[in-house]
T-cell receptor, first 112, second 117 residues
Framework: GNSVTQMEGPVTLSEEAFLTINCTYT??????LFWYVQYPGEGLQLLLK?????DKGSNKGFEATYRKETTSFHLEKGSVQVSDSAVYFC???????????FGQGTRLTINP | DTEVTQTPKHLVMGMTNKKSLKCEQH?????MYWYKQKAKKPPELMFV???????INESVPSRFSPECPNSSLLNLHLHALQPEDSALYLC????????????????FGPGTRLTVL
C-alpha cells in the first residue's frame, strides 16, 4: 500500500539553526510528493511539491528533493525563524487516486 | 489566487441541532474534498466530489451529509452529531481529480472548528 513516515517530533530549535525533517514513503506507482504546513489554529498551506524523481521543490527558504532511490523527500531550511513554528505534514498522491496520504506530522518549535 | 474559503470559522452545536458547513472556491477547480482533523493528527479524508458528483465516501456516518450545489460550492450538513465529532473540518479543492488524470495539488481552506456539546 501507500504510506508516508515522518520523523517523530516535537522538534525544538533555536532561531537561525539548520532544519531537517525526514520523510520517507512507500508507494505503488509514481507518486507526487508534497509538504504542507499548518500554523496554530489554521488550515493546511501547501509549502512545496515535487512531481517526479530528482525534482526539487522550494518555497520561503524551504527545500525538498524527490529521491526515488531512497524513497525520501526530506524538508530542509538553512536558517529557521520563530515564525516557522508550525506542524509540517509530508504527503503523497498517486495519479488517478484522488487521495492524499499524509504522514503523522512533525511539530516544530523555534525559540528566539 | 489559491484561496478556499470556509464558513463559519467556529461552530458550537448540541447533539440535536442541524447545522451546515460551507466551502467556496473560485479557482475553476472541479474536485472538492471534505476532511476531518483531530488534534495532533493528520487530516482524514471524508468525501470527494468530482465534477459535482460524489466519487468517494470514506464510510462516513450518515449524520454527515455532503452536498455540491455547483462547481464552486461544497456544503457539509450536520445532524445528530456526537461529542466525538468535535474536530477541525477542512475543505480542499483541486483542478481535476478524475481517474487517470495527472496528480493535482490540493489547496485547503482555513477550516471550521466544530464543538459538539
Amino acid at each position: 500500500g501507500n504510506s508516508v513516515t515522518q520523523m517523530e517530533g516535537p522538534v525544538t530549535l533555536s532561531e537561525e539553526a539548520f532544519l531537517t525533517i525526514n520523510c520517507t514513503y512507500t508507494a505503488t506507482g509514481y507518486p507526487s510528493l508534497f509538504w504542507y504546513v499548518q500554523y496554530p489554529g489554521e488550515g493546511l498551506q501547501l509549502l512545496l511539491k515535487a512531481t517526479k524523481a530528482d525534482d526539487k521543490g522550494s518555497n520561503k527558504g524551504f527545500e525538498a528533493t524527490y529521491r526515488k532511490e531512497t524513497t525520501s523527500f526530506h524538508l530542509e531550511k538553512g536558517s529557521v525563524q520563530v515564525s516557522d513554528s508550525a506542524v509540517y505534514f509530508c504527503a503523497l498522491s498517486i495519479q488517478g487516486a484522488q487521495k492524499l496520504v499524509f504522514g503523522q506530522g512533525t511539530r516544530l518549535t523555534i525559540n528566539p | 489566487d489559491t484561496e478556499v474559503t470556509q464558513t463559519p470559522k467556529h461552530l458550537v452545536m448540541g447533539m440535536t441541532n442541524k447545522k451546515s458547513l460551507k466551502c467556496e472556491q473560485h479557482m475553476g477547480h472541479r474536485a472538492m474534498y471534505w476532511y476531518k482533523q483531530k488534534a495532533k493528527k493528520p487530516p482524514e479524508l471524508m468525501f470527494v466530489y468530482s465534477y459535482e458528483k460524489l466519487s468517494i465516501n470514506e464510510s462516513v456516518p450518515s449524520r454527515f451529509s455532503p452536498e455540491c450545489p455547483n462547481s464552486s460550492l461544497l456544503n457539509l450538513h450536520l445532524h445528530a452529531l456526537q461529542p466525538e465529532d468535535s474536530a477541525l473540518y477542512l475543505c480542499a479543492s483541486s483542478r481535476d481529480s478524475r481517474r487517470g488524470a495527472s496528480v493535482d495539488t490540493q489547496y485547503f481552506g482555513p477550516g471550521t472548528r466544530l464543538t459538539v456539546l
